[in-house]
């Protein structure tokens, strides 16, 4: 079945309040993704994000993002004012982010809403809080303690809390008690609402297709709850941090510094903690995309306080036994491995056996630095392709940026004299579309032929990334239109 989708991060939608959330406009967006004759909708990762505003640095695994809870609705459940959530300043502009202004004024206003919220008796948050409680806790807990330390790192607390002593918890617990009960609500409410915008989704034909880290932050309520997780020494200090070593795109690699696991320790337990993990994504999701599939055969692994990933080594991850305990346990499932980079024989292998589709991304098909094949002309049916991804310029962008080089193997590939750079996106997409690969994802900047102010994110860089959000009505009819014609020319319009 030949399948397609947009991809579009829920912070991107063009929501009130100053950024994307489970509004109004997010199912004015599934409704968009019908008519456009789209079966998927692909999003970032949906967690709480910390130090520079990356959903890939997220204080929990398991909890939601209290920024995607819409206002409007807890005025709606007369939780909130109309006039209340008028009041704070949520940044003045409607195509990017303000996040300083949003961390301020956010919580003040879910506060508001918590402070008029009665749980006690209500069967389905009390349901919640049961379901949920193996993680719930600790996370809101841990956020507790962190709004008491001024935001600092578990790390920078003292000893008793940062090292877990049972007796100081308790009575911290005690102490923050309302508090901890204001990130329970926030979480229900946050599970409620993405709740029914999936189910929504999915009634309109709509799958979500989500987005799993490998790696979890550091300053994250699963470092410091579960710290025999990960590779730590006795005084819980990292030994070693993620990364990828230097390439044709970094003379000194990417230094991520999230915390590496300890795959020993894992499969001891059965992958007990990954299971929850995953079996939790797909309570949220109906297909998952597994971040960085490499780290699974095998991970660079950088000392501990080296500035760069440069003095790093690739060191053995848990393999193909952990994608069979997965099936084992929790069946067969809907997964996309993200395979991008440099790839050996064994993650080939890896993958080949996983029986995951793998990525393809078109810009990379023209790269001179990139060693895989990623003309369409190669691909096989069991693979996702893209223009592009959330860490790739816009194809407009891509255009201006790249070589010569790579601009005429474009043009010698799509067999063009010229190539119309007003045109180039949906070329492309074309391509994209046209390929045998089961699946193709196009991100909605390709479709709006947006230049490099549309780009999301530029891995190992910090500022302006994550801010990017459609204006309303960039997304018209016409569009929509176009949309529908490609899809329905290439054979991949949903079966009624």
């Not at 007369?78 to 982010?97: A, V």
């Not at 008029?116 to 507790?144: K, P, T, V």
Request: with cysteine; proline share 5%; charged share 25%.
């Amino acid at each position: 079945m030949r399948e397609s989708g947009i991809l579009l991060p829920v912070f991107a939608l063009p929501s009130a309040y100053g950024i994307g959330c489970f509004s109004k406009e997010a199912y004015v967006f599934v409704d968009q993704l019908r008519a456009a004759g789209q079966g998927r909708w692909q999003i970032l990762p949906l967690g709480p994000t910390g130090y520079g505003d990356s959903p890939y640095q997220s204080f929990s695994t398991f909890a939601g993002n209290p920024y995607f809870i819409d206002l409007e609705t807890l005025v709606q459940e007369g939780l909130l004012t109309q006039e209340e959530c008028e009041s704070f300043d949520f940044g003045c502009r409607e195509d990017c982010i303000d996040y300083e202004k949003l961390y301020l004024s956010r919580f003040q206003v879910l506060h508001l809403a918590y402070e008029r919220f009665n749980g006690q008796g209500d069967g389905e948050y009390e349901r919640f809080l049961r379901e949920n409680m193996e993680w719930l806790e600790e996370y809101c807990l841990f956020m507790a303690l962190k709004n008491k330390h001024g935001g600092a790192s578990w790390k920078e607390w003292e000893p008793p809390l940062r090292d877990r002593d049972e007796e100081a918890l308790m009575a911290v617990r005690e102490e923050l008690q309302d508090e901890i009960n204001f990130f329970r609500f926030q979480q229900y409410e946050f599970s409620r609402q993405w709740g029914r915008l999936r189910a929504y989704a999915n009634e309109r034909g709509v799958k979500v297709i989500g987005d799993i880290p490998i790696y979890v932050a550091f300053d994250s309520a699963d470092t410091w709850a579960s710290p025999e997780l990960f590779q730590f020494d006795e005084n819980n200090v990292p030994i070693a941090v993620a990364g990828c070593p230097p390439d044709g795109f970094s003379a000194t690699g990417q230094l991520w510094g999230n915390p590496l696991y300890n795959w020993e320790y894992h499969k001891k337990t059965g992958y007990a903690w990954w299971m929850r993990r995953i079996a939790h994504c797909f309570r949220l999701y109906d297909t998952v995309r597994i971040d960085h599939f490499r780290g699974f055969d095998e991970y660079y692994a950088i000392p501990y306080g080296h500035p760069t990933a440069e003095h790093g080594k690739w060191m053995p991850g848990p393999g193909i036994d952990f994608f069979h305990t997965i099936e084992e346990k929790l069946g067969h499932l809907d997964i996309i491995a993200e395979d991008l980079g440099f790839l050996t024989d064994s993650v080939l292998q890896l993958l080949e056996e996983s029986g995951f589709p793998g990525m393809k991304v078109i810009q990379f098909a023209f790269d001179s630095r990139e060693s895989a094949n990623y003309l369409p002309h190669t691909y096989t049916n069991n693979c996702v392709v893209y223009t592009g991804t959330h860490d790739n310029d816009t194809t407009r962008g891509w255009y201006h940026s790249v070589s010569r080089e790579c601009r005429e193997f474009a043009k010698e590939y799509l067999h063009r004299h010229t190539l119309d750079v007003d045109e180039l996106s949906w070329d492309f997409a074309a391509m994209a579309m046209g390929s045998v690969a089961a699946l193709c994802v196009i991100p909605v900047q390709d479709y709006l032929c947006l230049d490099s102010r549309g780009r999301i994110n530029t891995p190992s860089t910090l500022g302006n990334n994550w801010t990017w959000r459609l204006k309303k009505g960039q997304i018209d009819d016409a569009l929509i239109k176009e949309i529908w014609k490609i899809t329905k020319l290439y054979g991949r319009l949903p079966r009624q």
